[in-house]
């Protein structure tokens, strides 16, 4: 099994990312579960046409910790993705990390691990915030590989270093390791250039240099990834490389 | 208050305000791993916390087995939180008189928002002190309506200090339960008899001692606090188990002794029947002294308060209220028949915001339990938590013997609770 964390700053495209990626993946041929770690719950939402699914949280409001089962958590997408999201507290009020580590925590005792059988876990995890519940999925038993989605603006370099630096601390527990970078182009000058340049202090690789291209706003439009709305897109392509890249660079652990 | 074949099945009841009245509790967390022969637990919590616990483990005798590590906003906004856990152990140790064989180590309910890295801690204090054992334990109330509030994490994190065994001995352990049954129990006494042992955390005074639990062929879970731990017992050391929590219902217990016989393959029932003969005595000489005296139950009290509701009425005792904050599910096929049969007793939740208002003080009920002797103010209460020492038909006996003399005696509802241990 892989288990990959996809972490960035809010906005990026990490959720557009990693669902391109579990249907890339799907398509090759892989189990894949994708668990959407961001109090908005929208990460899977081109995987399932658009349409929200219920989060943990959620579930665990209507029914009760002790009521809910996997079935109620768990979605299986048309493109053959599972589909998890973990929710958050109401805006504004309570704690999201908490939120998360609830979520993660209440996945393994429902076992829906054991009901996937994955072969790819891929958690999509908002990166801007790194308390305790946010960096969970980087944690023992959880994530083994991180990749960062970056443009070559400012802001989002900066989340990207704050990420990396929370990820070799953990990487010290034998933990996941930072795996490299994702460049999702904002079309910002010499971008792959700047990109580069942040690398040289924050270190890692660009795996993938993602143009960007009108096609993803179409498939989205539709409620898909482009992998499912546009198969033979240029950009369907650059996604299926992309997960074939990261095949080659993640461990498969028994 | 709602007759119990009117009451609302969802309970516990919506959230709402509670009212914790000061005969409300058990024994607690810190007590219980305390049963843990050479054991220290640290408890890394807020000032206030830990001066309720200490309090707590003055009044129950386990003050010089606890520690504190006080934390402050800084530490959590830190983040150097978890540094300051792995050396507060390294002075600890220089501090206590001799190692201990364990540490637990307590973190209260602000550990929950912080996602703390206990793993990690654990690690380093594994390979710093390879001799000790160190667990992470919980003392989140918080936690309470979840699958693993801190009394069941608590019994996870005891039970799973065991490793597994390659001896295997005749023996069948106590699970559940928080002290060692008397030996007159008839558990005891029959299984000796076939020439099995029955051991008790509590028989252990050492922590070697305490090993050989691992020996037991078979584990008995006489509450459910116990259940997960028995489960992961299965799970990692190959101990099976059988769920038969405390039940003062004669027929209950032969069907106890039926499954027990079975798994040691000796009959427990035919030897049993004079205890059983005796039980049912019991029940009719206590019905005969305390004729229609309403009775009132007590869950803290009674681990099936329902289905001893039922007993005693099908035995002709005037069963008038249940205090309950629900109807856990191995109580529902008891409730449903007491629900259809004897549909005019009351369900009390006792934590209900109404409770504080006393509607039931001055009514002379026979109360099993003080936390109904709290709220009705009745000077004919039972002295009983959490059924303990009680099991099978001695038990049974036991029960009938203590309600006869708590309605013959004159109760001190507040010597009880602080004899307890509760107020703190």
Known sequence: MRRIAIYGKGGIGKSTTASNLSAAFSALGYSVLQIGCDPKADSTKNLTEGKRINSVLDAIREKGEDNITAEDVLFHSPSGVWCVEAGGPTPGIGCAGRGIITALEKLEELGAYDICKPDIILYDVLGDVVCGGFAMPIRGGYAKNVFIVTSGEMMSLYAASNIASAVRNFGKRGYASYSGVILNSRNVPDEVKTVQKALDEIGGNIVSVIPRDSAVQEAENQGKTVIEALPHSKMASCYRELAERMIKLTEDEQ | MSKCSMINLSCPAEPSLHYVSPAHGGWGVVRIAALVPESHQLFVCPFACGRHGALGGEQNGIKDRISYLFITESDIVSGDFEQLIIDSVDELFEALPKIPKVLFIFTSCLDDLLGTDHEAILAELDRKFPHVKFRHCTMNPISLDTS?????????????????????????????????????CDLKTLLREKGWSVSHISDHDSFESFKTMSEARLNIVTAPIALKSAQQMERELGIPYIASYVNHTPKAVENFYEELSEFIEEDLVAPSKGYHIKAEEKLAWARSVIGDQPIAIDFQAIIKPFSLALTLSEHGFNVGMIASDGVPSHERAAFDVLAKKYPDILVENPLAHEAVTFPFEGEQYLCIGFDCGYMTGSDKVVNIMEDEGLYGYIGICRLMDMLVEAYTGKANVQEMIKEAGLII
């Not at chain 2, 005891?158 to 007159?184: C, H, P, T, W």
């Open chain 2, 148 to 184: 693993y509030p801190p009394g069941v994490t608590i019994e996870m994190n005891m039970y799973g200090l065991l490793g597994r065994s390659g001896v295997k001995r005749k023996q069948i352990n106590i699970l559940g339960s928080n002290v060692s049954f008397d030996a007159e």
